[in-house]
């Protein structure tokens, strides 16, 4: 059943080839149709074009939809061309007229804008959680594991000394950008596009406030020309976000993967958080760690594959445009995952405790030697010259501890300020 259908058949190869895996990936949606059809409904009986009855009945098989698809009872035949199609079918087998008048004032292009937006909020919330829950996560360790000390690196060399405490709480403090992020891609798909239907209106007296705020979206889309354009930078402001988070979680995973090797041996993880060798009966392998990485490098590649399917395409719908959830529902599952594992495993990362006494990190302390000098009245330049001159007779001795004072240093990690920061941009 097409919704396009005017009793000439279509060829299978093309039926094929256009309708793709959009079954699949439709499912995705179908709670979200089903949402967007009650409040059409609603708004439609509103202005008359439905009876009561009608708008009653198209409700309570609607909510029956829901409850299928949250069962997963639901299910789109390959008789059927996508969801829309699908769930307009239930409603005329079992209401009749009233099923077929469902799609009054209303094109498959504004129904499905209306159905990802809504997903897309969904999905923008839920990562904000899982995002916060890590945070949480991070800051914990942070706080457990301020005075341990840790070799800063810089270009993969001895740099200068950190902690467990600023390494664990810069990640934490970093996720605070990923959510400004996701805040950013909220107020994006939180605009109501339902009413512009093919993307030039409709000549129907429809209440595009009554759906919006039946919807619980924070404003219209009012353009229909801008509502349809809206497809494609919903999803790559999205993309963008979700590129974000992604970002920081493969450098701390890769963090993880050297942190854990035998020559740096700063952090180690338990049996059920690593994998073994087929033919090495030693190795503990960090492959949760390395999967996060790999997933999220592959995520940070999806805001450029959307812009390329949508970079030169001129105002109204496309067909192009349906192959944005091939790369982005995925994508979303996967940072889902990704997140939820991190969260699972973070917490048993065991923290080794001096690391630094090993001799090779006595140089991390190069410069709180040269900054002591200076304070007692040593130019800058002589102090930089004389610690280079006791390093390379062999004289330097490294005092091994910081007096650092300033916001953000080793000795203060300005904890509380990280957590407010994140309270305020969440």
Same mark, same amino acid.
């Given at each position: 059943?097409?919704?396009?259908?005017?009793?000439?058949?279509?060829?299978?190869?093309? $039926?094929?080839?256009?309708?793709?895996? *959009?079954?699949?990936?439709?499912?995705?949606?179908?709670? #979200?149709?089903?949402?967007?059809?009650?409040?059409?409904?609603?708004?439609?009986?509103?202005? @008359?074009?439905?009876?009561?009855?009608?708008? *009653?009945?198209?409700?309570?098989?609607?909510?029956?939809?829901?409850?299928?698809?949250?069962?997963?009872?639901?299910?789109?035949?390959?008789?059927?061309?996508?969801?829309?199609?699908?769930?307009?079918?239930?409603?005329?087998?079992?209401?009749?007229?009233?099923?077929?008048?469902?799609?009054?004032?209303? !094109?498959? =292009?504004?129904?499905?804008?209306?159905?990802? =937006?809504?997903?897309?909020?969904?999905?923008?919330?839920?990562?904000?959680?899982?995002?916060?829950?890590? &945070?949480?996560?991070?800051?914990?360790?942070?706080?457990?594991?301020?005075?341990?000390?840790?070799?800063?690196?810089?270009?993969?060399?001895?740099?200068?000394?950190?902690?467990?405490?600023?390494?664990?709480?810069?990640?934490?403090?970093?996720?605070?950008?990923?959510?400004?992020?996701?805040?950013?891609?909220?107020?994006?798909?939180?605009?109501?596009?339902?009413?512009?239907?093919?993307?030039?209106?409709?000549?129907?007296?429809?209440?595009?406030?009554?759906?919006?705020?039946?919807?619980?979206?924070?404003?219209?889309? #009012?353009?229909?020309?801008?509502?349809?354009? !809206?497809?494609?930078?919903?999803?790559?402001?999205?993309?963008?976000?979700?590129? !974000?988070?992604?970002?920081?979680?493969?450098?701390?995973?890769?963090?993880?993967?050297? #942190?854990?090797?035998?020559?740096?041996?700063?952090? @180690?993880?338990?049996?059920?958080?690593?994998? @073994?060798?087929?033919?090495?009966?030693?190795?503990?392998?960090?492959?949760?760690?390395?999967?996060?990485?790999?997933?999220?490098?592959?995520?940070?590649?999806?805001?450029?594959?959307?812009?390329?399917?949508?970079?030169?395409?001129?105002?109204?719908?496309?067909?192009?445009?349906?192959?944005?959830?091939?790369?982005?529902?995925?994508?979303?599952? =996967?940072?889902?995952?990704?997140?939820?594992?991190?969260?699972?495993?973070?917490?048993?990362?065991?923290?080794?405790?001096?690391?630094?006494?090993?001799?090779?990190?006595?140089?991390? &302390?190069?410069?709180?030697?040269?900054?002591?000098?200076?304070?007692?009245?040593?130019? &800058?330049?002589?102090?930089?010259?004389?610690?280079?001159?006791?390093?390379?007779?062999?004289?330097?001795?490294?005092?091994?501890?910081?007096?650092?004072?300033?916001?953000?240093?080793?000795?203060?990690?300005?904890?509380? $300020?990280?957590?407010?920061?994140?309270?305020?941009?969440?």
């Amino acid at each position: 059943m097409k919704l396009w259908e005017k009793g000439i058949p279509t060829d299978k190869q093309i $039926e094929q080839f256009t309708v793709g895996n *959009d079954r699949e990936l439709d499912l995705v949606l179908a709670k #979200y149709d089903a949402l967007g059809s009650i409040a059409h409904a609603k708004m439609l009986g509103s202005i @008359g074009l439905l009876t009561t009855t009608e708008t *009653d009945s198209l409700v309570v098989a609607l909510n029956e939809i829901i409850t299928d698809v949250a069962e997963g009872n639901f299910i789109i035949e390959d008789s059927f061309e996508d969801v829309h199609s699908k769930i307009e079918y239930l409603l005329t087998i079992k209401l009749g007229d009233a099923g077929k008048k469902i799609h009054t004032a209303r !094109s498959r =292009n504004d129904q499905v804008l209306v159905d990802v =937006n809504l997903y897309l909020k969904d999905v923008v919330i839920d990562l904000k959680e899982q995002v916060k829950s890590l &945070f949480d996560l991070l800051m914990e360790s942070a706080e457990k594991y301020q005075n341990v000390l840790l070799p800063g690196y810089t270009h993969l060399q001895i740099a200068m000394p950190s902690s467990f405490g600023m390494w664990f709480s810069a990640y934490a403090e970093t996720l605070i950008d990923d959510i400004t992020m996701l805040n950013a891609a909220l107020k994006v798909v939180d605009q109501n596009p339902l009413g512009s239907a093919a993307g030039y209106g409709s000549s129907f007296p429809i209440n595009r406030t009554f759906t919006t705020k039946e919807l619980g979206f924070e404003t219209l889309k #009012y353009n229909s020309v801008a509502a349809q354009m !809206s497809r494609g930078k919903s999803e790559k402001t999205l993309a963008f976000a979700m590129s !974000s988070v992604a970002a920081t979680l493969a450098k701390f995973s890769m963090d993880v993967c050297v #942190y854990m090797s035998q020559n740096f041996d700063f952090i @180690g993880l338990p049996a059920h958080l690593t994998t @073994g060798s087929s033919i090495m009966p030693h190795k503990k392998n960090p492959d949760v760690f390395e999967l996060i990485r790999g997933k999220c490098n592959k995520i940070q590649a999806l805001p450029y594959e959307i812009t390329l399917i949508t970079n030169n395409l001129p105002s109204g719908y496309h067909r192009d445009l349906q192959l944005l959830k091939e790369g982005l529902f995925p994508a979303i599952q =996967n940072l889902q995952a990704c997140l939820d594992i991190a969260i699972f495993s973070i917490k048993d990362i065991k923290v080794k405790d001096n690391i630094l006494a090993d001799k090779k990190y006595n140089y991390l &302390f190069t410069v709180d030697t040269l900054n002591e000098m200076v304070v007692a009245g040593m130019p &800058f330049r002589d102090a930089y010259k004389a610690v280079a001159e006791q390093l390379e007779n062999g004289t330097y001795e490294s005092p091994k501890e910081t007096k650092h004072t300033h916001e953000g240093s080793i000795n203060n990690l300005c904890l509380a $300020e990280i957590k407010e920061k994140m309270k305020l941009a969440f």
